[in-house]
């Protein structure tokens, strides 16, 4: 938990990028808005219904837009192309290709992700590179463009990149955040003791992070692409990921340090 007097010596050391334990930090919290709880579920696989197809891995990677059909092309890298997937390869890159939510061909696909998710290491392998040249390191580099100082606020970006999605579609993450610096017309001053330049305007990056967090939370109950619409509903119920947020920001806690308290799925707290 970080208060405003130690604010200053840890901003003049901070890096520009969550790394290390505070990386790690980031991760686990959004394996709980995933999974439940701070484990890495490679092994997970179902259809939530919310318009994607098949929901699967550590960075719930979908087959109707295509991010996990490239964590499959990298697993054939590490295999020489020949492994339990080949089969549903033509399916698998017609859904990519069309962004389809079907599953129809794929009945054979969660049982292989869990076979293979749960103690496949060229398969983990696989899931970890994609997560992290997919959404960690687009996700950063936005934060290094705002400027961002904090993790909660870099690891607020990573979450909504995984939800969200990192492309140039109206909901993906580059969007929210340029919705969110546009609305700033006029300095904002805080008390975190991080001051972000936004339109010429001096923010305060806390303020600057709640401002986002309200953009998000728009976002899912009014989704601007038709494809995410179908899944609204889903994505409505979604808020608890940025309700931990907020719980951290009411607690100061904007770097993370060793540890974190944040709010699990049900509201209630839980450490990281």
Not at 30 to 46: P, R, S, W
Not at 76 to 91: A, C, E, I, Q, R
Not at 203 to 225: M, R
Request: proline share 2%.
């Amino acid at each position: 938990m970080l208060f405003a007097a130690g604010v200053a010596a840890i901003l003049a050391t901070a890096n520009a990028a969550l790394c290390g334990c505070s990386k790690d930090i980031a991760l686990r919290l959004t394996n709980i808005y995933e999974n439940g709880d701070t484990d890495f579920h490679y092994d997970y696989c179902e259809n939530i219904e919310d318009g994607r197809g098949f929901t699967a891995g550590i960075a719930g990677f979908c087959t109707g837009t295509a991010d996990a059909w490239v964590v499959i092309e990298e697993y054939h890298k590490l295999t020489g192309g020949n492994d339990d997937f080949s089969p549903m390869d033509d399916v698998l890159a017609k859904y990519a290709e069309s962004g389809s939510d079907s599953v129809s061909g794929l009945e054979d696909y969660c049982s292989v992700w869990k076979k293979l998710g749960e103690s496949d290491v060229k398969f983990q392998q696989a899931q970890d590179t994609v997560r992290d040249e997919m959404y960690y390191t687009p996700s950063q580099q936005l934060a290094d463009e705002l400027g961002l100082k904090f993790d909660i606020t870099r690891g607020e970006l990573y979450d909504t990149g995984i939800q969200h999605g990192v492309g140039d579609d109206a909901d993906g993450l580059p969007a929210l955040v340029s919705d969110t610096s546009k609305s700033f017309t006029a300095d904002a001053t805080g008390d975190s003791g991080s001051t972000l330049k936004v339109n010429g305007h001096n923010v305060d990056e806390i303020v600057w992070l709640q401002k986002f967090l309200e953009v998000v939370v728009d976002d899912l109950k009014n989704p601007k692409e038709a494809d995410n619409q179908a899944g609204t509903t889903v994505w409505a119920d979604d808020d608890y990921r940025t309700k931990s947020y907020s719980y951290m920001i009411d607690a100061k806690t904007y770097m993370f340090g060793s540890s974190v308290e944040a709010l699990d799925n049900d509201g209630n707290p839980t450490t990281v």
